[in-house]
Every structure is written in structure tokens, then in C-alpha cells.
């Protein structure tokens, strides 16, 4: 990439490779850890996640540049994959019967058939970076973080990150190391190289070169009960921990949506919010309970496969659509859709955008996206990591402010009403209506 306008970068001592990033600026961010840990509640979210900010930046402060490049090499995909193990094997599931008290590698191997000098080997692992606590030789407990991993919506989340065994050779993690050489093969100008990020994608153009099919994403999850199940998972655990648009001090859904021109209660058909790619169902759950009185039907639409596997109660209604084709709700109070749009790029936003656009009725339905809006500056680094994620699965992204008004205005005609966000969302939403 370098021109010879630009000359090569200037030579630096090596030593830089072993010297702590910034010990100088340690103190101060040690007084701000303290400040912000003085009689910090698990309900302040805010704080709580400025702190963690800081510590991170502690750590970054203290470690040199080779420890950080051996972690990042050698540990954490090897992290990754050793929890998956934990999870999987069941060892996570053992450590937690009798009251969780620390139990032996050998007991551990017993019980879930395990190699025992595999398992330990996998055990040092996860108590050298303190996943699990090792109390005493080949003893170990599980911490706060691997008891949640025995949950599916954790536990769950690490499959989506490796292998299912004899499918395939990989889901998200070689695609994900596999940009890099397709962005450098690409000169670094993948559209300047005739390639269309979107067709194929970089997790299409990693299965083709395992001589797979290569499936888009949702068809390849669809085609795997046992992925399909992991990925619902993944979404319901990447929703939890933080406030929903429906919650209280988010969006107010009783002034926008219910008060003065809400469904027609002597229709029974009458549809208050559908939920198009909804998964598994799992914000209708919440939406219910936060409002179990609005009128109307609730509706959660998603692939067959999907909503097969889901089990909701109360009033939610299941329906399996494919949103690229005609949507059979009409004229409904409120069309959903949370992190839909980012798997796209434009143009199927816009076929998607279209069939919800037919079926809205104007001057009443409204249009409700949740999804993440880049600020200019200080972005978060789980929207970034995501973004570029959705580049590597589905030549997609997260979108700007810049980018929603693009698309939603300029391009789908409709109009945005609000952006609405809270301090702890990661994600806004926008409401749309159509101009009448
Ligand atoms: C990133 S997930 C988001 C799920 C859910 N809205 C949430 O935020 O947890 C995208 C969803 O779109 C669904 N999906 C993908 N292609 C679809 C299609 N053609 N029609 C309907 N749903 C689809 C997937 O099955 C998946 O549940």
C-alpha cells in the first residue's frame, strides 16, 4: 500500500517490542478505577461499563506489546475453543452439581468420559487465564463467568464460534481470518478489484475453497439444526444486560404507539406488532411482559427452521415468512426488526424495506428498527468488531446516522420520526411512517 511519496516508516528499537505501553499513565487510570468503583451497584450500568473501559485500558497501560501479541495469538483462540470443550463435553455441567465444590480432573473424567490427560491439559488452560479457579493439583472450581457458561445462551454462543463436528470446517472463526488475505489480495479496494463483498462473501468464498457449497449464511445455519439452535442462542445471550427499546426510559410505546390510535379492538385479526426475523421469539417475550394489555396480535415471523424450534406463550403467534417475499400482515400497527437490516446491503434492504413498505397502511402503521446508529466519534468496540463481522458474513454493515436517513429517506420514501436510545442500549430505534 505504501507510495514512494509516502517513504517507509521510520525504524524503531526493537526494545519498544518489550516495554510496557504506558506505565506513566497507570496511576491516573488507577485514581479513575477507584472513583468509579466507590459503591458501584450491579444495577448501575453505566458506570459499570466505564469502568470496565478503564480497566482494559489498565491492562493495556501495563502489558508490553509482545504480551499483548502472544495473548492475542496463542491464548484467545485457544480460549475460545477450550470453553467450547467445557461446555460441550459436559465437564462445565459436572463442575456445577454438588454446589459447584472443586472437583479433580479424574473425578471430571469420569464422569463425562473425557481423556483425563486431555482434560487437564484443556483445565490448565482455562485456570491460567482464570476461567476456572484451580484449587489445588489437577483440582478445579468454576468461576462466576462458567457457571453462566453452563447456560445455553452462553454456553450455546461458543458454538457458533467453531466447528460443528462433521459438517463442516468451520462457522465464524476462519472466516474471520480469512479477511485479512482476501482485503490484501484485493489491494485493500475490494470494489477497484471487481469483487462485490456480498457476492460472494468471505465466509462464501471460505467454504467454496473447502469445496463446499457455498451457502449464504442463514441458509448454511438453516441446513444445521444444531448451528441454527446455537446461533437463536447467541442472539437471545447477545441480548441480555442491556435495556430493550420497549423497556422503561427507552422508547415510549404508550404515547407513540397505544394512546389515540392504537388497533381496532372489534377486529380480532388486528395486528399490533410483528416482529419480521425475530428469531426464536425472545423480544416479543419481553415485549409481553412489559405490556401485557396493548390490543391486538403479536407476531414473530421468521424461517421455517427458526420458528419451528421456538416456544413462546401468552398471546405471541409464530409465523414462518421468508421477509423477501410478500409480507401477509397487513396494515399493522407496527412492523419490528432487530438487527435485520445490518446482514444486508443496500440493495436487500431495500427488497426487504419494499414488502414491509406494501403491506403498511398509511397515516397509522408504524416502521421500528433496532439496530445500532455509529456515532462520528467514540464508536463502541462491539459495534466495530460487529460491523466488520457483518462485512466478513454477509458483505454487510452497521450503519451511521448519515446511512439510515440514505436509506430510509432518500431511498425507501419513508420518513423517519425519532431516534430514540438509552444510556444503557447498545442499539437505537428508529421509527418510520410512511409520507402520506
Ligand atoms: C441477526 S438475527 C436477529 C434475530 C433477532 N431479531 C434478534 O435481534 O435477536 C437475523 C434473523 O433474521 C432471520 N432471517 C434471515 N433470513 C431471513 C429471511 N429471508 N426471512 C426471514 N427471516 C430471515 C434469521 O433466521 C435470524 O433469526
Given at each position: 500500500m505504501s507510495t514512494p511519496a509516502q517513504g517507509e516508516p521510520p525504524a524503531l528499537d526493537v526494545s519498544l517490542a518489550s516495554t510496557p505501553c504506558d506505565l506513566d499513565g497507570v496511576p491516573v487510570i488507577l485514581s479513575r478505577i477507584t472513583a468509579l468503583s466507590q459503591g458501584l451497584q450491579s444495577s448501575d450500568h453505566e458506570r459499570r461499563l466505564q469502568l470496565l473501559g478503564e480497566a482494559r485500558a489498565l491492562v493495556q497501560a501495563i502489558e508490553t506489546p509482545r504480551d499483548r501479541m502472544i495473548m492475542d495469538m496463542w491464548a484467545r483462540v485457544m480460549t475460545i475453543g477450550t470453553l467450547r470443550i467445557g461446555y460441550e463435553s459436559g465437564v462445565f455441567g459436572e463442575m456445577l452439581k454438588d454446589g459447584g465444590r472443586p472437583k479433580t480432573v479424574s473425578e471430571l473424567a469420569e464422569a463425562t468420559g473425557f481423556d483425563?490427560?486431555?482434560?487437564?491439559?484443556?483445565?490448565?488452560?482455562l485456570a491460567a487465564t482464570r476461567h476456572i479457579t484451580e484449587t489445588g493439583p489437577?483440582?478445579?472450581?468454576?468461576?462466576?463467568?462458567?457457571?453462566?457458561?453452563?447456560?445455553?445462551?452462553?454456553?450455546?454462543?461458543?458454538?457458533?464460534?467453531?466447528?460443528i463436528p462433521g459438517t463442516?470446517?468451520?462457522?465464524?472463526?476462519?472466516?474471520q481470518s480469512m479477511l485479512p488475505i482476501y482485503l490484501k489480495e484485493a489491494n485493500y479496494n475490494p470494489a477497484a478489484a471487481g469483487w462485490d463483498p456480498a457476492n460472494p462473501t468471505t465466509f462464501q468464498r471460505v467454504a467454496a475453497t473447502n469445496?463446499?457449497?457455498?451457502?449464504?449464511?442463514?441458509?448454511?445455519?438453516?441446513?444445521?439444526p444444531g448451528m441454527a439452535r446455537a446461533f437463536s442462542n447467541h442472539m437471545a445471550g447477545s441480548a441480555q444486560g442491556t435495556t430493550r427499546w420497549m423497556e422503561a426510559g427507552f422508547y415510549p410505546v404508550r404515547e407513540r404507539l397505544v394512546d389515540g390510535g392504537c388497533v381496532d379492538d372489534d377486529d380480532p385479526e388486528a395486528v399490533f406488532l410483528v416482529d419480521i426475523?425475530?428469531?426464536?421469539?425472545?423480544d416479543m417475550v419481553v415485549f409481553q411482559s412489559v405490556y401485557p394489555d396493548v390490543p391486538g396480535r403479536l407476531v414473530v415471523q421468521d424461517l421455517p427452521d427458526v420458528v419451528a424450534g421456538a416456544k413462546v406463550d401468552?398471546?405471541?403467534?409464530?409465523m414462518a415468512h421468508d421477509f423477501f417475499q410478500a409480507q401477509p400482515v397487513r396494515g399493522a400497527r407496527a412492523y419490528y426488526m432487530h438487527r435485520v437490516l445490518h446482514d444486508w446491503p443496500d440493495d436487500k434492504c431495500l427488497l426487504i424495506l419494499g414488502e414491509i413498505k406494501k403491506a403498511m397502511r398509511p397515516g397509522?402503521?408504524?416502521?421500528?428498527?433496532?439496530?445500532?446508529?455509529?456515532?462520528?466519534?467514540?464508536?463502541?468496540?462491539?459495534?466495530?468488531?460487529?460491523?466488520l463481522g457483518l462485512f466478513v458474513f454477509m458483505g454487510a454493515k452497521e450503519r451511521t446516522e448519515g446511512d439510515w436517513y440514505e436509506i430510509l429517506e432518500k431511498k425507501m420514501g419513508f420518513k423517519i420520526c425519532g431516534i430514540w436510545s438509552a444510556a444503557n442500549a447498545v442499539e437505537s430505534l428508529i421509527e418510520c411512517e410512511l409520507v402520506v
Open positions: 483425563p490427560v486431555m482434560l487437564s491439559r484443556v483445565m490448565r488452560h489437577q483440582e478445579f472450581a468454576l468461576t462466576s463467568f462458567t457457571r453462566a457458561m453452563t447456560l445455553p445462551i452462553i454456553g450455546e454462543s461458543y458454538i457458533t464460534a467453531s466447528v463442516t470446517p468451520t462457522y465464524t472463526l476462519a472466516p469445496g463446499q457449497e457455498p451457502l449464504n449464511l442463514f441458509d448454511y445455519i438453516a441446513a444445521r426475523g425475530g428469531s426464536t421469539g425472545h401468552g398471546r405471541i403467534e409464530l397509522y402503521s408504524r416502521l421500528l428498527i433496532n439496530e445500532n446508529v455509529i456515532p462520528t466519534t467514540g464508536a463502541r468496540w462491539e459495534v466495530t468488531a460487529l460491523d
